[in-house]
């Protein structure tokens, strides 16, 4: 089988006068997390949708093997479906449809199951999030980018990203995340440094 | 000689700034004789009396209008399939020329309605579709335009010429595909049914809005070069000198 | 082809989901055509000559009306970047989603229009030309428009802009719709116009989404 | 007062974010107008006739248009719970929105009306008598729609019957409109029209606001 | 002149079947701060806009005099205009008219002075709270209600976050502010502890 592997090189990216990276380049075997930091606007976003290919780079190359799950500022959940409709969608794009129970099982963990038919838009902020961990729960990307994925979440919330990012890790996922905070892991990740 | 030399941008400003005043020259030329030919020469119409002369100036106008959709459309094609920066400026520089013989046309032909049909304007299919040409032309402007990132403008704009092309047939066959109070072609390539030297004003005075708009637009296009390259090196280094 | 599976259930349960925007369509495409006599006045010759003209354009209106909404709130809520990458080709599920908008507002459309043809008191084979014109027709509508819409994201004109881009290239549609209608009521065949709509039809289906998948792309960059 | 002037020119701001976006609004009026004759046929006396109602369906639609975003977007982003907050009377800011609504929406097209009917081919006293009833049919437009987009942001799903209660409120001032255009080509005078229209102004916009206001403390909580 | 404060008696709110919190009371007098805790979902955001006067409690009693200031977990920004727009009608919306200067000082305070006139969808996510920041550093409000004011800030930004909270307590402010994370302050915060 073919090894999940991330490997960035010689990356830059402007954004109107500004230069926010350059020459950046990183690897990523199986079982690797990064955790990509810098302070606000110096381009972690940006270097993130460009790994997805969401956003062209002015210079650079990315080679990726294996699916690909993304999860940025913006969580792309509807107002109007629940937490269940919310998951069966993102999940579909993906093209995975799991079953019933699956679905029920990834939304107790994420401690959504009392709230699972009630309407995202009246989700408090930290359980619509936790829609995002649900998805993580029952992905089988090989390479997850996340947005800094502990926004809105309690301790708790953080716990059960830990617990998700160690299994994938160990199932021999890699991860690129980006984040203010430390990340709930006890291994300690690579960084990578933006400057402002 | 290499195809790709007047496709970088620098080149192609200074290239654009010789040939410019050429086609200026050559369209100044090419108008003052055909005014000479269709105002002085051409006999009155027997019909309409002085009024016809205005052909002069409606039936080139109407067709650089559709011409010059047609050449950005291709401009916006080679955008988009060979990703070329060129491609899209030249689109863009063309428009507000196209646009301009646009309103020409239909200024004109209201103008000219009012004496021979007795009203402005009539809903007639060519009339109409001209107009929506026009809607076309702004559309494309203001797509290109519409966002902060010029090349997202350029893109969007690009795709929108080349899905737009499909109004061309509809307003050069209007004539033919409903009977309409506006004239059908009447030249053809066996034979017209014109008088010659009107033929000859009409032929004179397109060639020299051909000639026109591509001084226009070579023009235009020195100015979005300059726009979009101000801070590459060269753009810099004009400035110094 | 199950990426627009997926996009295709998603779409139609949202829009189901607010039936009032569906209904707003279908409501002003009634209230536009129902108008009309009383505007002009009720003489049955009048109405059978303006009646396929007045309901073609209010196909076009009501199409036009859905479209701002068409791509705009994924593009807001991030739900566009997720399709865009997912695993099934973009021009798969943007297929997917323009047959939920077709299924939503130009399918009723088409199905209410021989009851409107009726009040106008359009002949029987009047009333079978605009209906078949309508069915070939409004496809036609939602992909141009779903261009459009795509082309317009995150552009500073907003709805008016999407009209302006829109409209024009509807024209074609309603030329060839009227056409097949002015047709049948002189007295000639309507197929000419209604196979120039299919042919229309076809070239857009196969070509329209690859467009609207590229200009999601730019959006999105 | 102080409300209504900010909203006002916020709004106004955010419409006109770009210059040539006011022309947009012409544009798109003189689109959807040239529309019609494309689909009904040119004969100039038939659209002399069809020409008021044309233009009043195109008051109506412009008045549509602006809608969904008159209150969704601020209340999607947040800002809506801001303007709710403000020391102003929400009855004031409303107002304020409603106006730019009407000032980018329904006065271009008013102005534009007269030039519009002439290329229809009406006559003199006609194009006063439609720019007299749009100048007083476009605000309550505005007014009316923006209670509809109101109520429909704090009933989610019900939108429909939401859709449905908004269209008897609609009407009456199409009849009246068109009424007052009828009534000037029989060659009566179009005056009772026109002062209904005016009543209806008066009301709306002295009731309306509150609605509003009210309607959107509902959705927010 | 009237002292800022804030009273609030038994209030108590449900939400579809749950009760989110109930016979809570507490009082705030000049210069103080409270922090609201608890899980996701406890009803944190649902205290603040009670006390807000957005949504209506069930039950209970809020007294509070002078000027407010909500900031939510939205945070009321539009794409199309740029900061010192946005930072403009947000103030004017409170009936404040500041001059060029002060709106241009404020956001060189948190560090947007470089992208002043970029349009907000431009922005990155932390770019965009330090909007509501220089809101802060301008308005003139005595009770502050601050969801969440941390979320997507890095270091730097919650420095001046914490600064502004300490020059806003000495002149006689009130804050009542919901969070996951400890508050940038030297003192520490009453606490309002929600249970899930
Ligand atoms: C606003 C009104 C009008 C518009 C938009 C308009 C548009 C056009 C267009 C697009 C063409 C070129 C198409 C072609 O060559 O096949 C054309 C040609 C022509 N137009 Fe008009 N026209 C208008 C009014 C008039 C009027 C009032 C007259 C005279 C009674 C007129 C007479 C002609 C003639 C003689 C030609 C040349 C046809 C030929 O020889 O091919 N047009 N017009
Ligand atoms: N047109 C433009 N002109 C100037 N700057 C721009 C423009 N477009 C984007 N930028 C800048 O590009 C940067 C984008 O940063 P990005 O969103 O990647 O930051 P980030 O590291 O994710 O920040 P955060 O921690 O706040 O999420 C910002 O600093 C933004 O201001
Ligand atoms: N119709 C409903 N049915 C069931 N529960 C509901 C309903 N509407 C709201 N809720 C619940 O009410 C609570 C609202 O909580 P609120 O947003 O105040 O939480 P919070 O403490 O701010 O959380 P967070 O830390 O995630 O921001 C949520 O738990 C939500 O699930
Ligand atoms: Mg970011
Ligand atoms: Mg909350």
Tied chains: 1, 5.
């Excluded at chain 1, 089988?140 to 998700?164: F, M, N, R, S």
């Excluded at chain 2, 026009?134 to 966002?147: E, K, R």
């Excluded at chain 2, 899905?163 to 033919?176: A, T």
């Excluded at chain 3, 078949?132 to 459009?148: I, N, R």
Aim: charged letters at 15%; proline letters at 5%.
């Amino acid at each position: 089988m073919n090894e999940a592997r991330l490997a960035v090189r010689s990356l830059a990216a402007t954004r109107g006068p500004a230069t926010l990276f350059r020459e950046l380049s990183f690897e990523l075997a199986a079982g690797e997390i990064a955790a990509v930091r810098g302070p606000n606007g110096s381009g972690k976003t940006t270097l993130l949708r460009c790994v997805a290919g969401l956003t062209r780079p002015d210079h650079g190359e990315i080679q990726r093997s294996g699916a690909l799950l993304f999860s940025g500022h913006l969580p792309g959940i509807k107002d109007d479906f629940n937490a269940e409709e919310n998951l069966c969608v993102a999940l579909r794009m993906r093209g995975l449809q799991p079953g019933e129970a699956a679905i029920h099982g990834a939304l107790a963990r994420v401690g959504l199951e009392s709230r699972r038919r009630v309407p995202a838009r009246r989700l408090s902020a930290g359980q619509r999030r936790r829609i995002t961990l649900a998805r993580l729960a029952l992905d089988d990307a090989k390479l997850w980018i996340l947005d800094e994925p502990l926004a809105a979440l309690d301790a708790d919330g953080e716990a059960v990203l830990g617990q998700l990012l160690a299994r994938h890790l160990e199932s021999g996922g890699l991860a690129l995340v980006a984040t203010h905070h430390d990340l709930p892991l006890a291994r300690a990740a690579r960084e990578i440094r933006l400057q402002p | 000689m290499n195809f790709f030399y007047f496709s970088s941008p620098s080149t192609f400003f200074r290239l654009a700034g010789r040939l410019a005043p050429a086609f200026f020259i050559l369209a100044a030329v090419l108008a003052a004789a055909g005014l000479y030919v269709g105002l002085v020469q051409a006999p009155t119409d027997a019909v309409q009396g002085e009024v016809y002369r205005v052909i002069f100036i409606h039936v080139p106008a109407a067709w650089m209008s559709m011409f010059i959709y047609f050449v950005m459309a291709c401009y916006g094609a080679m955008a988009l399939t060979f990703n070329s920066r060129l491609s899209a400026m030249m689109a863009r520089a063309l428009a507000p020329t196209g646009a301009m013989f646009t309103f020409v046309a239909l200024w004109t032909g209201a103008f000219w309605g009012r004496p021979t049909w007795g009203t402005y304007w009539v809903w007639d299919a060519r009339i109409t579709s001209e107009l929506v040409l026009l809607f076309l032309y702004l559309g494309f402007i203001a797509l290109s335009n519409a966002f902060e990132e010029p090349r997202r403008g350029d893109r969007a704009a690009s795709l929108l010429s080349i899905i737009g092309i499909v109004n061309l047939p509809i307003i050069y066959f209007s004539v033919q595909w409903w009977n309409t109070l506006h004239q059908g072609s009447s030249i053809k390539l066996t034979g017209s049914s014109m008088h010659v030297t009107m033929l000859t004003a009409m032929l004179l005075m397109t060639f020299a809005a051909w000639m026109y708009a591509i001084a226009a637009s070579l023009v235009r296009v020195r100015s979005v070069i300059l726009e979009r390259e101000r801070r590459a090196r060269w753009v810099r280094d004009l400035g110094r000198t | 082809m199950s990426g627009l599976a997926w996009a295709f259930s998603r779409d139609l349960t949202l829009a189901w989901r607010h039936p009032g925007e569906a209904m707003l369509t279908l409501a002003f495409f009634v209230l536009v055509a129902s108008l009309f006599p009383l505007g002009i006045g009720a003489d049955p010759q009048l109405l059978a000559r303006v009646g396929p003209g007045v309901i073609w354009v209010c196909a076009l209106l009501a199409a036009f009306l859905g479209l701002p909404s068409l791509f705009a709130s994924d593009h807001a809520d991030g739900t566009l970047e997720q399709m865009a990458l997912s695993a099934d080709p973009i021009a798969a599920w943007v297929s997917g989603k323009i047959a939920a908008h077709w299924l939503s507002t130009g399918l009723p459309l088409t199905l209410l229009s021989p009851l409107l043809g009726l009040q106008y008191g359009l002949p029987a084979d009047a009333l079978v030309t605009l209906g078949a014109a309508l069915l070939l027709g409004t496809p036609v509508l939602s992909l141009l428009g779903a261009a459009c819409a795509a082309l317009t994201l995150g552009a500073r004109g907003g709805g008016m802009l999407l009209a302006l881009l829109a409209l024009p290239l509807f024209v074609p549609v309603l030329v060839f719709g009227a056409g097949a209608a002015e047709a049948t009521a002189a007295g000639l065949s309507a197929s000419p116009h209604l196979s120039l709509l299919g042919a229309g039809l076809l070239v857009a289906a196969v070509s329209v989404p690859f467009a609207v998948g590229s200009a999601i792309r730019i959006a999105l960059d």
